[in-house]
Nanobody
Framework: QVQLVESGGGLVQAGGSLRLSCAASGRTLTSHDMGWFRQAPGKEREFVAGIRWSLGNIYYADSVKGRFTISRDNAKNTVYLQMNSLKPEDTAVFYC????????????????????WGQGTQVTVSS
């Protein structure tokens, strides 16, 4: 079983930055894909960024390319999401998720294909 705990959310002004952390426990995730998703009120959960732990392959949603950076720390079993140039439309609850990597298939952006989820952390960007 995998437990994921997000932290680092908060209130920031437009143009500001935040760094989210996702600490994993229960098992190492070297054979997993890690994803960040977000869900704004009244909207569906959407993919933000993903990383394949073993190889470091990275995939971003178009809406965050050039502003957000996903990374991992093997020693800490933690995944990060550095968010720069934040916009009011980035306001959402951000979730960390994990799923076993699928050989010869890319990182999934579909939330239903992720098995493990954190509790979420609120990010609010004021204009």
């Amino acid at each position: 079983q995998v437990q994921l705990v997000e932290s680092g959310g908060g209130l920031v002004q437009a143009g500001g930055s935040l760094r989210l952390s996702c600490a994993a426990s229960g098992r190492t995730l070297t054979s997993h894909d890690m994803g960040w998703f977000r869900q704004a009120p009244g909207k569906e959960r959407e993919f933000v960024a993903g990383i394949r732990w073993s190889l470091g392959n990275i995939y971003y949603a178009d809406s965050v390319k050039g502003r957000f950076t996903i990374s991992r720390d093997n020693a800490k079993n933690t995944v990060y999401l550095q968010m720069n140039s934040l916009k009011p439309e980035d306001t959402a609850v951000f979730y960390c998720a994990a799923t076993p990597s699928r050989v010869f298939k890319p990182i999934s952006s579909y939330y239903a294909e992720y098995d493990y989820w954190g509790q979420g952390t609120q990010v609010t960007v004021s204009s």
